[in-house]
């Protein structure tokens, strides 16, 4: 595609309930990260992907948190049991591999948890 | 690890008139430094980086930013701001020798054009 796309735009969840939010990156991009953007703040790491290979995940908050790439393009953070705490917009970005590498970020995903 | 530090939570600033945007970093190795800017409901989009070579580095809609590896600095400049200007900016870091996993952002400056 023409950019990094995500879905949904927005999501409003009850504490304690499992969301899933999906991330398209650019076509042939090699590696995929996520964010976790909150009110006011900048965008903090959450996990990367090079392919499908999980090469780093630090930046997931809890076990809650859990980030696939099966097939090395398509992605998506799941989020179980939410937590108020849990209300942020994600991001995800895309490039093409190394660090010098711009990265292209999706418009995002707002997700409230109540 | 990395930081980043933007102490300009928010600037004002009245149309075509100058304006820098400040970034300090720390870290311990050699690192990349980017400017992204994020516009309201729009996903963020890069303005310039440096990589290596020259410290003045040339961006999209007229932006500039000057490494100072003295000072740990990376600060951005337009000579003359529009009121489609107006946007959040980030300044971000990533070290040079990885796959850019540990992309630090500051926590970001929001510039406000006043006509």
């Known amino acids: 595609g023409a950019g990094v796309s995500q879905s949904p735009r927005y999501k409003v969840a009850k504490r304690g309930q499992d969301v899933a939010l999906r991330c398209d990156p650019i076509?042939?991009?090699?590696?995929l990260f996520w964010y976790q953007q909150a009110l006011g703040q900048g965008p903090e790491f959450l996990t990367y992907?090079?392919?499908?290979?999980?090469?780093?995940k630090s930046g997931l908050p809890s076990d809650r948190f859990f980030a696939e790439r099966p097939e090395g393009s398509v992605s998506t953070l799941k989020i179980q049991r939410t937590q108020q705490e849990d209300s942020a917009v994600y991001l995800c970005?895309?490039?093409?591999?190394?660090?010098?590498?711009?990265?292209?970020f999706g418009p995002g995903t707002r997700l409230l948890v109540l | 690890a990395q930081s980043v530090t933007q102490l300009d939570s928010q600037v004002p600033v009245f149309e075509e008139a100058p304006v820098e945007l400040r970034c300090n970093y720390s870290?311990?190795?050699?690192?990349?430094l980017f400017w992204y800017v994020q516009y309201p409901n729009q996903g963020l989009q890069l303005l310039l980086k440096?990589?290596?070579?020259?410290?003045l580095v040339k961006g999209i809609n007229g932006f500039e930013a000057e490494f100072n590896k003295s000072q740990t600095s990376f600060h951005l400049r337009k000579p003359s701001v529009h009121i489609s200007d107006t946007a959040e900016y980030f300044c971000?870091?990533?070290?040079?020798?990885?796959?850019?996993?540990?992309?630090?952002f500051g926590p970001g400056t929001r510039l406000s054009v006043l006509p």
């Open positions: 970005a895309s490039s093409q591999g190394l660090a010098r590498e711009t990265q292209y």
């Open positions: 076509s042939g991009h090699v590696s």
């Open positions: 992907f090079q392919n499908e290979a999980q090469l780093d």
């Open positions: 870290s311990s190795v050699s690192v990349y």
């Open positions: 440096y990589l290596s070579g020259s410290t």
């Open positions: 971000a870091v990533t070290p040079v020798n990885n796959y850019g996993q540990n992309f630090v």
